[in-house]
């Protein structure tokens, strides 16, 4: 389904994505973790199309993407950026409806945008700007757009750039789910994620990067190794797979602060306050 | 929701504006008949529906009403033509312009339109002698016009070029070059008005300040021609301007050609507004008014904006027009300066009212 092979990008002499490789299967949930700047966005922009690599081969549905035009990939590729700010006030529905730019109106138009919107459960806000929303309601706004404009295609492809970062539990889950779901019928899906617990519960296959390579990539219980993530991330963790689900669970160590040995200014303080008390004491 | 529930919303929204259409067009027919009978002569209603439906009819006409028809087909006719043509390119080029921009505060002025077309006449009204002498007689008639609309399309090709990175133009780019092509452009006035002679100098200043005084069956031909075809291709980006007010990356991701787009709003904004302030001069406000006014009470979808901001253009500066020649008749304000006078504090007032829409 998607194949890339030996992909290089680089910007002016700065490395970005170095010599990568990944195949990715129809009808699979794949998560791309790893820390800040480890290069996912790109990798997801170059797999969009967004970016042009600088050397290897990157095969969407067995079609080159240097033969494909920006229009042919977006009647079966959907990508949600990272941010999706917008100055002008549209309305949730008028957002919603702009995912059905590229295909023929052919009357379902709106069912579609009516079913995508009762998905995201976006019906309350449908005449509502969106400017007024919070940045987890936006994000399902722009969620629903995108799945508009894939509703009707068949093996079409999703890629999602930190679709959940600001949205609450419930439809963290609800969107997952529902990427998930669509794969069931054919739909493959690279998101961008950083809850390791929600991977591990949503995702056939985790690509960890790290400084634009990818260091890892598995199954779940496979890459979720406490090494694996102490090297990544450069936190301890203690993993464990729960026997119900066979899902497994992350629990990271918590990281504690003397805030004494980092703010110099409390130290300070912390010890004119000491001698004081030594002063009134003697 | 339910399918049956979606397809009545989206019924009931398609009714809502053929019905605000039909409003605006209906004001608009109005605002242009009562322009028709007002003014230093005054005609009343029913009298320029008769004259104008006169040839239709067999009935004679008197003296008095030959005096009346050629007043009301050689002067207010034209006149009448040239600002709703006028007033739909400002507003539909602005509401293009300010889509392309992703910015509610863009107009056609800010990639250098304005600021060429006025060096480029006060160049012709300091140098009109020479220029006539170098291009004939046959030119001087159209010289004024011919020359702004040159200075217009050239300071947009400069702003266009400056922009392009890469292969593609870039907004941000796009918007400082033109505010530095403003300032050269407008150093370049101002060095004009200083060489000028005191006629020169009130020539200038009479034509930044905009006038429909020079409307003619003539001009008003070329100004239709040019301007309608411009503005008609302007009507089918509706669609791709909201995509691309997601931004422009993301708009691409969905498929539209963004660059295609940005070149051909700004051609054909550079030609409506370029072959309109050519005739008209320069007037203000209209291109930033009518856009923002229709967006707090109506939609932000341009698909809707651009024809209602064609209509609404062209009701303004029909009002405004009448304005201009009846407020001190028999003597006439410059039509600029009522569309600022008039349009800020109604701007303001809906502003004040619908803010928290913004």
């Known amino acids: 389904m998607i194949h890339i092979q030996s992909l290089n990008y680089a910007v002016k002499s700065r490395t970005i994505i170095k010599d990568l490789n990944l195949f990715v299967d129809k009808g699979e949930f794949v998560s791309i973790i790893g820390a800040n700047g480890a290069g996912k966005s790109s990798l997801l922009k170059l797999i969009a199309g967004e970016w042009k690599p600088d050397s290897g081969e990157l095969r969407m549905r067995g079609e080159s993407l240097h033969s494909l035009s920006m229009k042919e990939m977006a009647k079966f590729r959907g990508y949600l950026h990272q941010s999706n700010s917008m100055d002008i006030p549209f309305t949730v529905e008028e957002i919603v409806a702009m995912g059905r730019y590229q295909h023929r109106a052919t009357g379902l138009d709106e069912a579609i945008v009516a079913e995508c919107m009762t998905l995201c459960s976006l019906d309350h806000l449908r005449t509502r700007s969106i400017r007024e929303l919070s940045g987890g309601e936006q994000q399902r706004v722009h969620f629903a757009r995108v799945l508009a404009q894939l509703w009707d295609v068949e093996g079409g492809v999703l890629l999602l750039d930190e679709p959940i970062s600001n949205m609450d539990i419930q439809y963290q889950h609800q969107t997952l789910a529902i990427a998930k779901s669509l794969c069931k019928i054919g739909f493959t899906v690279i998101a961008v994620l950083h809850d390791l617990n929600l991977v591990a519960q949503y995702s056939d296959r985790v690509l960890m990067m790290k400084s634009g390579r990818a260091w890892w990539y598995g199954i779940p219980n496979e890459v979720f190794k406490q090494q694996h993530i102490y090297t990544i991330f450069g936190i301890d963790s203690h993993t464990q797979v729960n026997p119900k689900n066979l899902v497994t669970q992350v629990e990271v160590v918590p990281l504690v602060y003397d805030i004494h040995e980092i703010n110099s200014f409390h130290r300070q303080q912390r010890e004119e306050d000491r001698v004081l008390v030594d002063s009134v004491i003697s | ?358």
């Not at chain 2, 056609?108 to 002698?129: D, Q, R, Y």
């Not at chain 2, 909201?242 to 691409?252: K, T």
């Open chain 2, 1 to 358: 929701m339910p399918k049956r529930l979606a397809n009545f919303n989206s019924l009931f929204d398609r009714m809502k504006n053929t019905a605000f259409y039909l409003g605006l067009l209906a004001l608009l027919a109005c605002t242009i008949i009562i322009s028709l009978g007002m003014g230093a002569l005054h005609i009343p209603f029913f009298e320029v529906v008769r004259l104008l439906f006169q040839p239709f009819s067999k009935l004679p006409l008197t003296e008095d009403d030959t005096l009346l028809r050629n007043v009301l087909m050689e002067i207010r006719v034209p006149r009448i033509l040239f600002c709703t043509l006028i007033g739909a390119v400002l507003g539909i080029t602005g509401t293009a312009i300010q889509g392309i921009f992703r910015n509610p505060l863009a107009e056609p002025g800010l990639i250098g339109i304005s600021a060429g077309a006025s060096f480029f006449a006060a160049l012709s009204i300091v140098f009109e002698t020479s220029l006539i002498a170098l291009l004939g007689t046959a030119v001087s008639l159209y010289l004024l016009s011919f020359s702004a609309f040159i200075g217009a399309v050239i300071a947009v090709i400069v702003v266009f070029t400056i922009s392009v990175v890469n292969g593609k133009s870039n907004i941000a780019t796009m918007i400082l070059a033109g505010i530095a092509i403003n300032a050269l452009a407008g150093a370049a006035t101002g060095l004009m008005s200083y060489m000028a002679s005191e006629q020169q100098l009130r020539n200038i200043t009479f034509w930044s300040l905009g006038s429909m005084a020079g409307a003619t069956w003539d001009s008003a031909k070329v100004l239709a021609v040019i301007s309608i075809s411009a503005v008609i291709p302007l009507l089918f980006f509706g669609k791709s301007l909201n995509l691309f007010s997601l931004g422009e990356s993301q708009a691409e991701m969905m498929g539209v050609s963004t660059r295609r787009l940005k070149i051909w709003v700004v051609l054909f904004s550079t030609l409506a507004v370029g072959v309109s302030v050519a005739f008209s001069g320069i007037i203000a406000f209209v291109g930033l008014l009518v856009p923002h006014t229709l967006r707090l009470i109506g939609t932000v979808d341009n698909r809707f904006l651009l024809p209602a901001s064609l209509i609404a253009g062209a009701i303004v500066l029909n009002l405004a027009d009448l304005l201009a020649r009846t407020i001190i008749q028999p003597l006439e304000l410059p039509i600029g300066v009522v569309t600022a006078l008039v349009g800020a504090p109604v701007f303001l007032a809906i502003l004040i009212r619908e803010k928290r829409k913004l």
